[in-house]
């Protein structure tokens, strides 16, 4: 996906929008342009990235005048944070989804293959080109902007975190999951299946889907298991490593 500045193009015409008798735009024809917006800036946001986009450059091309971006908007971070939110709200629909489906499903249906089903949503939305790409501009902006970092902590990851956490609740309930605390279960989870993939696309490695679904179902294997493993190797580590036997 390029990051460069797209090529420059013949402006369309103005479009008009539906007035009230005020003179303002009508209810729906607000909601419209909002969304003409929102999608125009983006797409560029997208191909030319967040320095390269400017509020002028999302006017021409979703044929508002730039006045109407500006009040709504504020600047370029509040369009971008605009962008944001909304980008977050689809990644995190499939997790939904997912995690609903899962509750509804048959319960001769195995933990782990559940949670397998999660994971390779999860693998889809957060490793995809746009996801990837947003997470790169919000890092290169964090320092200057941090409420862009906040934003993205507090409507993505944290909303992840409690999403997942409600599936270990309802999974805690029946009895096929023993934990204390499962909004940790759910960050340890969610880092387990999907941050290192997600970290790696992110540098710009080639993500293969093949490998990148053994790594999750081996990261949910450990998950289920516990580092430890069995509860009598447990009690055995817990003991200390066995001591040598001196040579004589």
Not at 27 to 39: F, G, H, P, S, Y
Not at 176 to 184: K, P, Q, R, S
Request: overall charge positive.
């Amino acid at each position: 996906m390029g990051l460069t500045a797209a090529r420059t193009k013949t402006a369309a015409p103005r479009r008009e929008m539906p007035k009230s008798r005020g003179g303002r735009p009508t209810k729906t024809a607000a909601i419209e342009r909002d969304q003409r917006l929102i999608e125009v800036a983006t797409r560029l946001f997208l191909d030319r990235g967040f320095e390269a986009t400017s509020l002028d450059a999302v006017a021409e091309a979703a044929r508002v005048s730039k006045p109407t971006v500006y009040s709504r908007y504020g600047d370029k971070r509040g369009l971008f944070a605009a962008v944001l939110r909304r980008e977050i709200a689809r990644w995190l629909a499939p997790l939904s989804a997912a995690a609903e489906t899962q509750l509804s499903s048959d319960s001769d249906i195995s933990v782990e293959q559940r949670l397998v089903e999660i994971g390779r949503e999860m693998l889809s939305f957060t490793c995809g080109p746009d996801a990837v790409a947003f997470s790169r501009m919000m890092t290169s902006q964090a320092i200057n902007f941090p409420e862009v970092a906040k934003l993205g902590k507090e409507e993505g990851w944290l909303k992840a975190v409690a999403t997942t956490a409600r599936f270990f609740d309802h999974l805690v309930a029946q009895g096929a999951l023993d934990v204390e605390d499962t909004t940790i279960a759910a960050e340890v989870f969610l880092d387990f299946v999907v941050g290192h993939t997600h970290r790696m696309a992110t540098f710009g490695t080639t993500l293969e889907l093949k490998s990148a679904e053994k790594r999750m179902r081996t990261a949910i294997k450990l998950f289920l298991a516990g580092a430890l493993g069995p509860a009598d190797r447990a009690r055995d580590a817990a003991k200390g490593p066995p001591r040598r036997r001196s040579s004589r």
